[in-house]
């Protein structure tokens, strides 16, 4: 099994949605930040990665029909190498400030909190926020211009027959022209709000 779709969309742009909906055309699991809490001994593989020492990639995805989300989405050049025939799937907000407004109230507010003793998680995510896409994500302009960059660059790289942007107002359509396969009956999958995602680790409610 090869991957079919690799994800370069970041967090906070739809990415669990499409890991459902991927899963569900594609008949297969979908590698997704979940998956390393599932599987914690691949966290130092990834810090090793964004430290420059790459995985064996095929050996990482094994059983996997496509990626999404980080920490896959901040390798997407190294994957868009590996799998030069896989679909690149840049998933996106309507705007880089709403793009900002989720993450910051997520998985940037877990992030700000001091680590309790060692943290492999941790330990990876700040290697590869530092050293992939930003080390101010509590500076709002920093991070958007660290998205908006990513964005850019991977739509400068990719051939645009190989590219699918897509936002979660999309639904199946893009993802199902790209990939050759019907579209589905059933709605498109619509998971980990912003409400859902602090709900789940008991944060305050959104003003």
Known sequence: ???????????????????????????GP????????????HAPLWRGAANGDMPDWDSLFAGYVATVDW???SFWPELHAAYPDAVI?????????????????TIFEVTRR????????RE??????????TDQLDDRDAAVAAYERHNAD????????????W???DGWGPLCGALGVPVPDDPFPVTNTTADFRAMLGLEAQP
Not at 124 to 133: E, G, L, V
Not at 157 to 165: F, K, Q
């Open 167 to 169: 936002r979660p107002s």
């Open 1 to 27: 099994m090869t991957l079919r779709v690799v994800g370069a969309g970041v967090g906070r742009t739809g990415t669990h949605s499409l890991k459902l909906a991927l899963e569900q055309l594609l008949d």
């Open 89 to 105: 799937l840049l998933s996106v907000r309507d705007s880089a400030d709403e793009w900002w407004r989720s993450a910051d109230r």
């Open 114 to 121: 001091p680590a309790v003793g060692p943290d492999p998680w």
């Open 30 to 41: 979908c590698y997704h930040m979940l998956e390393v809490f599932q599987h914690p001994e």
């Open 154 to 165: 991977v739509r400068a790289a990719v051939p645009r027959d190989r590219l699918v942007e």
């Open 124 to 133: 990876m995510w700040d290697d590869i926020s530092r050293n992939r896409f």
């Open 71 to 73: 920490p896959a989405a």
